[in-house]
């Protein structure tokens, strides 16, 4: 009796089920994607969702698949059914969603900085939108140095000096990732000023110079322990209207050009090795305490592989070079999508409580054990 049951049971949930492949099973099949689509593309917690979603899929192949009385080839086609409407659906929908995104908010915000400088010259408003600026790179020029780490900020200096104890007692340097006159630096040889009567292009592996415009101090390394990672050395400010020492000279790396190649703004990734050091110049990710205004720390590795050691030169001003329009930079749609997220998640991974705010963790959360 109570096999007989549970078969009438089992007979009854059965016929309650919407017919498979019928147009409105196909209809609840695409909804539940579109859906996947909507809740992923308003917060990255939607992903808990999607988990669901998918253990239920599991459990429902699974159960068809157990069927014997059934060919195996039902439950490809539930299979692919449900690859097409849970998977490839609202992964498409989710790209067309983002690419509306894009497109509407196209305008400059405080976060640009974040973003390449390919990235930038698409947004309306920032200083790289329909900007031209010469292609070369010059002795002499103005340039702005972004470090090519996703997320990356600008080489950037100002009057503080670094404080009691902690290195030499020079000027700071660090990323900061917004756009300020103390971003701006000269680019010079090693052993001489500018001409300004000529025009000498900066080719892979010189030895230069870099001078901060608004101190007029010089980029400066030594065998001072950094700040916060202390098997790396510290990176300052040093010398007077741009007269300093030997530990002011670095030498310039074009990756994947040959050895006297010419420089490019905004195209070129380069490395700058302390000449006398043979350190890297780098910039951990690490933000500084209030001393260093937490912008993030700028060290010297000696570990010359560092992948954040990767520079590019992005605003570039230089007159009596011609200039180039930025739309010979700009990013493919693709390009720029993978590149916000990538922001995205490391913007997500870098979020930490602030000073006196009560935090808590997931286990707590059902029980409410900690409130805030």
Same mark, same amino acid.
Not at 253 to 275: C, D, P
Not at 328 to 336: D, H, M, N
């Given at each position: ?20 492949f019928s147009p409105k099973w196909w ?131 100002h009057f503080h000096l670094y404080p ?21 630096? !000269?680019?010079? %040889? +090693?052993? /001489? ?13 010189? #030895?230069? =110079? ?102 590019? !030169?992005?605003? %570039? +001003?230089? /007159? ?13 749609? #693709?390009? =720029? ?36």
């Open positions: 009796m109570l096999h007989d049951g549970i078969h009438n049971w089992s007979c009854e949930a059965s016929s309650d089920r919407i017919p498979e209809l609840w099949l695409i909804f539940t994607g579109s859906m996947l689509a909507c809740c992923i593309s308003v917060k990255f917690v939607g992903l808990f969702v999607i988990l669901l979603i998918g253990f239920m899929t599991v459990v429902d192949l699974w159960n068809i698949l157990g069927v014997m009385t059934r060919p195996v080839m039902d439950t490809v086609k539930h299979l692919i059914a449900r690859a097409i409407c849970l998977i490839i659906l609202p992964i498409c929908l989710y790209m067309i969603f983002f690419y509306i995104h894009l497109k509407v908010l196209n305008k400059s915000g405080n976060g640009d900085g974040f973003y390449s400088s390919a990235f930038q010259s698409q947004l309306i408003g920032n200083s790289l939108h329909n900007a031209s600026m010469p292609q070369y790179v010059a002795y002499g020029a103005v340039i702005t140095l972004k470090n090519h780490r996703t997320g990356g900020g600008y080489l950037h200096s009691e104890g902690v290195g030499a007692r020079q000027q700071q340097i660090t990323t900061y990732t917004h756009k300020d006159d103390n971003n701006k630096w !000269i680019i010079k %040889n +090693y052993n /001489e000023e500018p001409n300004v009567n000529t025009v000498q292009i900066v080719k892979n592996g010189d #030895l230069v =110079r870099f001078e901060h415009i608004p101190t007029r101090r010089n980029l400066h390394s030594h065998k001072e322990q950094a700040p916060i990672t202390k098997k790396h050395y510290q990176v300052t400010g040093y010398g007077e209207n741009g007269t300093g020492d030997a530990n002011d000279v670095w030498r310039l790396s074009i990756t994947n050009v040959a050895e006297g190649g010419e420089l490019q703004a905004v195209r070129h990734k380069i490395k700058l090795i302390h000449y006398l050091q043979q350190c890297l110049l780098t910039t951990s990710g690490k933000q500084l305490p209030k001393w260093g205004y937490e912008q993030q720390e700028v060290s010297c590795n000696p570990h010359l592989r560092d992948v954040n050691g990767l520079w590019n !030169i992005e605003e %570039n +001003y230089f /007159e009596k070079l011609p200039n180039v329009s930025f739309e010979v930079y700009a990013p493919s749609f #693709l390009e =720029r999508f993978l590149e916000s997220h990538a922001v995205m998640f490391q913007g997500n991974s870098g979020l930490k409580p602030k000073e006196g705010e009560i935090t808590s963790r997931p286990w707590q959360w059902p029980i409410n054990y900690r409130v805030s």
